[in-house]
């Protein structure tokens, strides 16, 4: 059993940058497959960024692509997301996932495909 929490959300201004943590509790995550989505207001939840176990492979939606970067580091069981040049689109409670996996090259882009969530935590970009 793993417990995911992010932390970090916070208001920044347009063009500002924050960063998000998720981590990991209960059990380490090196055997899991990670990735970040948001929910803004009247919006079904959206893909964010994903990270493969090993870290070595990252994809993200067009929307944050070039802005964000998802990094992870194993040793602390946590799992990043730098957020930079925000836009006020990127208002939303953002949510850490993972999926437990023992492939160490995959990610996930499905919310159907992960099998944890955290709470989430709220990002407020004003301009």
């Known amino acids: 059993q793993v417990q995911l929490m992010e932390s970090g959300g916070g208001s920044a201004q347009t063009g500002g940058s924050l960063r998000l943590s998720c981590v990991a509790s209960?059990?380490?995550?090196?055997?899991?497959?990670m990735g970040w989505f948001r929910r803004a207001p009247g919006n079904e939840r959206e893909f964010v960024g994903a990270i493969t176990p090993d870290g070595v492979v990252t994809y993200y939606a067009d929307s944050v692509k070039g802005r964000f970067t998802v990094s992870r580091d194993n040793s602390k069981d946590t799992m990043y997301l730098q957020m930079n040049s925000l836009k006020p689109e990127d208002t939303a409670v953002y949510y850490c996932?993972?999926?437990?996996?023992?492939?160490?090259?995959?990610?996930?882009?499905?919310?159907?495909?992960?099998?944890?969530w955290g709470q989430g935590t709220q990002v407020t970009v004003s301009s």
């Open positions: 209960g059990r380490g995550i090196s055997n899991r497959a």
């Open positions: 996932a993972s999926r437990y996996i023992l492939r160490k090259n995959v990610y996930y882009t499905s919310q159907n495909d992960y099998d944890t």
